[in-house]
């Protein structure tokens, strides 16, 4: 039991490159798709009243960097509170999520910020 609380505790504090990676392996190596299987997990407990239901969470996606590539990285690094190289890391792999989860106020902010910096965003 403690091996899981261990266990749970290290995916807990993974950094968002770290999460990307641990997805790319999941999907090449094992066959799964984490995007899909939370998918799955959370379509079955929606129900259909639920469904319905304004969304309430909100994801941003950076597309691309743009022309002002240094800007950028330097904004998805004071916005995610990540170090250089992590943020670096992000604008490099784009497509690429800076945060997930997050209400739709602080998303717009986000998406905001970042194409004022000159980036391609999407909000999903």
């Known amino acids: 039991m403690a091996e899981l609380k261990d266990f749970a505790e290290q995916l807990v504090n993974l950094t968002v ?11 090449d190596e094992y066959g799964i798709e984490p995007a ?3 998918v799955a997990v ?3 407990a929606a ?3 639920d469904a ?9 996606i950076l597309k691309a960097a743009g022309a002002s590539k240094l800007a950028v990285v330097k904004l998805v690094k004071e916005l995610t509170g990540l170090g250089l190289k992590e943020a670096k890391g992000i604008v490099d ?3 690429a999520p800076i945060k997930e ?7 717009e902010g986000l998406v905001k ?3 004022e910096a000159g980036a391609e965003v999407e909000l999903k």
């Open 17 to 27: 490159k770290e999460v990307n990676e641990l997805a790319t392996i999941l999907k």
């Open 101 to 107: 989860g997050i209400a739709k106020d602080e998303a």
């Open 93 to 95: 792999s784009a497509p």
């Open 47 to 49: 129900g259909g009243a």
């Open 42 to 44: 959370a379509g079955p």
């Open 36 to 38: 899909a299987a939370a």
């Open 52 to 60: 319905a239901e304004e969304k309430t969470e909100f994801d941003v």
């Open 113 to 115: 910020s970042l194409e």
